[in-house]
């Protein structure tokens, strides 16, 4: 179920966070984040299932799917910059207190999603997409990140099952509409990994 994987992501999202210590919120994080920017930024696929979460009658499901949600978000020109830096002004947001406050906000969503129906539609940023379409996206985003925020800080954790399996499934749907499907099947398989990383996302 979409619901129960994604709660159990923010919950290895949260745990992880809680064990990053005091002396590595300015490390390096990914790419151009921090530690706090890139914990900022995971803790947005918490925030936006509140702040999209629409009322509004008029409102259709204009993405189909989780696929076509990430084709559609990382069409446009200068999508990552603006993501790098609604990360930042996220971790600035939350305050000090990271970690208190991704508790908090986990609790929050969690007991709102169990209040809306599977077809509830999200007003997202590039149009109106339902619960079980919306919430496979933001899974994602709390397992990968996740991965990185262990990989910045040495904290170790297994990911839950069923958001590790939600997670492929989504990004293996959408390996297949590009170039990287067979080099992601022959490095699942054991052959030699390639000298540049890829991305089936954007």
């Known amino acids: 179920m979409p619901r129960e994987?994604?709660?159990?992501?923010?919950?290895?999202?949260?745990?992880?966070?809680?064990?990053?210590?005091?002396d590595q919120w300015?490390?390096?994080g990914l790419g151009?984040?921090?530690?706090?920017?890139?914990?900022?930024?995971?803790a947005r696929a918490m925030l936006t299932v509140q702040q999209f979460a629409s009322h509004d009658a008029t409102l259709i499901a204009e993405v189909p799917s989780s696929v076509a949600y990430y084709q559609r978000a990382f069409a446009g020109e200068g999508t990552n910059a603006r993501v790098a830096e609604r990360g930042r002004q996220t971790a600035q947001a939350l305050g000090p207190d990271l970690p208190s406050?991704?508790?908090?906000?986990?609790?929050?969503?969690?007991?709102?999603?169990d209040t809306l129906p599977d077809d509830h539609l999200f007003a997202s940023l590039i149009g109106g997409i339902t619960l079980v379409d919306y919430l496979p996206t933001r899974t994602v985003e709390l397992v990968v990140h996740t991965l990185d925020l262990q990989a910045a800080t040495g904290i170790?954790?297994?990911s839950p099952r069923d958001a590790m399996l939600s997670t492929l499934h989504l990004l293996a749907d959408l390996a297949v509409d590009t170039p990287h499907a067979g080099r992601l099947a022959l490095l699942a398989t054991g052959r030699d990994g390639w000298d540049e990383p890829f991305s089936v996302i954007g």
Do not use: C
Not at 101 to 113: K, N, P
């Open 101 to 113: 406050a991704v508790v908090r906000i986990a609790g929050e969503v969690s007991a709102f999603i």
């Open 32 to 42: 151009e984040w921090t530690v706090r920017d890139l914990v900022g930024h995971t």
């Open 156 to 158: 170790q954790g297994d």
């Open 26 to 28: 300015d490390l390096p």
């Open 5 to 22: 994987a994604y709660k159990h992501a923010m919950e290895f999202f949260v745990t992880t966070a809680s064990h990053v210590g005091d």
